[in-house]
T-cell receptor, first 120, second 110 residues
Framework: SQTIHQWPATLVQPVGSPLSLECTVE??????LYWYRQAAGRGLQLLFY??????ISSEVPQNLSASRPQDRQFILSSKKLLLSDSGFYLC???????????????????FGPGTRLTVT | QKEVEQNSGPLSVPEGAIASLNCTYS??????FFWYRQYSGKSPELIMF????GDKEDGRFTAQLNKASQYVSLLIRDSQPSDSATYLC??????????FGTGTSLTVIP
């Protein structure tokens, strides 16, 4: 079965400091990978997604960047954090799955446990 | 127009009742549809996915998809206090980008 890991679980960083969040997936190959951010009481905001090594699509212009150095590794970075970067950061993976009941094919997306970032 | 719309709630139901959650989407080409449950402070957990029109049942949960009307619903039978959470609806056309609603907050009253 597939497993997705994120670390650290919580992080408190001062404004202006760098950031590196890591996500790894086990049990699948060539997954699509995603970084989302969820501010307190808000919906999910897609930050980046990747369909392969070195392929990154950015959804929101900001001071964050993402990299995918290996097939199952996704990294979120920042050179200088802002107060507005505080939030719950979620990594996710998706893949093509078959519905066993009627053999239809569709996609599924699963989330990691998340990193709660507080910028002070 | 938002890609996916849900009533934010809060929705309150008594224990043992049926909770009904609804979601509409704008892209007629959407292929896969999902319901996630998110407890406070936790990451979203996939509880149901549906690809074809009609109903799909899994335990106390039933997902209903109507592509002609562009809506997806989730029914929770015999609601339990442990079902109290925010439920997120999501859709995707290509599997590259997923669009999420803002979630419906459900409270099951003992």
């Amino acid at each position: 079965s597939q497993t997705i890991h994120q670390w650290p679980a919580t992080l408190v960083q001062p404004v202006g400091s760098p950031l590196s969040l890591e996500c790894t997936v086990e049990g699948t190959s060539n997954p699509n990978l995603y970084w989302y951010r969820q501010a307190a009481g808000r919906g999910l905001q897609l930050l980046f997604y990747s369909v392969g090594i070195g392929q990154i699509s950015s959804e929101v212009p900001q001071n964050l960047s993402a990299s995918r150095p290996q097939d199952r590794q996704f990294i979120l970075s920042s050179k200088k954090l802002l107060l507005s970067d505080s939030g719950f950061y979620l990594c996710a993976w998706s893949g093509l799955e078959m519905e066993s009941l009627d053999s239809t094919v569709g996609y599924e997306q699963y989330f990691g446990p998340g990193t709660r970032l507080t910028v002070t | 127009q938002k890609e996916v719309e849900q009533n934010s709630g809060p929705l309150s139901v008594p224990e043992g009742a049926i909770a009904s959650l609804n979601c509409t989407y704008s892209d007629r080409g959407s292929q896969s549809f999902f319901w996630y449950r998110q407890y406070s402070g936790k990451s979203p957990e996939l509880i149901m996915f549906i690809y074809s029109n009609g109903d799909k049942e899994d335990g106390r949960f039933t997902a209903q998809l109507n592509k002609a009307s562009q809506y997806v619903s989730l029914l929770i039978r015999d609601s339990q206090p442990s079902d109290s959470a925010t439920y997120l609806c999501a859709v995707t056309r290509t599997g590259n980008q997923f669009y999420f609603g803002t979630g419906t907050s459900l409270t099951v009253i003992p």
